[in-house]
């Protein structure tokens, strides 16, 4: 886990990291969420809606930005403030993804900075866009 | 769940429902992410930056929102194409929490609708506040 310090973070850090979605995310996202919604849990269904399998829920892939943050840039310090994302092109089980973020702009009277995020799937494609806003806790001046 | 077609969807639409932090729900969040960030994951971490317990993942708060619009508001018809959350007070395990939203405006164009949505704790704090965009994918006119 990375931990930086407030003054450690300059305008264009760039982090990253890669996951793959697994059946049991789904699983456990349903459970935290209770979101029965079929295009997420019924194959036949999102099938009918013209995807290739159950659709991975849009929120699932936004709780990477969690860890980009809280591991990654700025890792254990982190707290995340604000998030935006957009949803580009749909997911799915076995799908590789890579989870990115820069930063764009920092704040010094909060301790705060500006991140600009985006995930990447295995076909080079980006699965969803945003940024994120993220206070630093060191307590440094 | 609900099975609200574009059509049914008119500007002032609410809806809601509650849930409960679980620390089942942290773990579930955790594995999915592999965030182990300590001021979600160690108690004494969070307390020595001031926190009465462990941090909720903000992320794992903000994923309520898939079931709002994947269960309640449109429910079955639901396909998330954007949010943006500003968490405003820390959630912390037992909470209870009210997810709300309401409908703002409508696009025919593209059957999407955007919709303000909150998340308000016990004590009628309110935790999360945001907006979505959400489509509707019910193919009629």
């Not at 929120?59 to 580009?88: D, Q, R």
Request: net charge negative; proline share 3%.
């Amino acid at each position: 886990m990375n931990e930086y310090r407030y003054s450690d973070i300059k305008v264009g850090m760039e982090e990253s990291y890669q996951t793959e979605i697994t059946e049991q995310m789904l699983e456990h996202f349903r459970e935290i969420t209770g979101d029965i919604n079929p295009l997420h849990c019924d194959r036949e269904f999102a099938k009918g809606k013209g995807y290739e399998n159950r659709v991975v829920y849009g929120m699932l892939t936004a709780s990477f930005l969690s860890t980009l943050a809280g591991v990654y840039l700025p890792g254990k310090n982190s707290l995340i403030y604000e998030t935006s994302t957009k949803f580009a092109k749909p997911v799915f089980p076995g799908d590789g993804l890579t989870v990115w973020g820069i930063v764009e702009e920092k704040n010094d009277l909060f301790h705060m900075f500006t991140m600009k995020v985006a995930i990447v799937n295995q076909k080079g494609e980006k699965v969803l866009r945003g940024k994120m806003k993220v206070g630093v806790l060191d307590g440094t001046e």
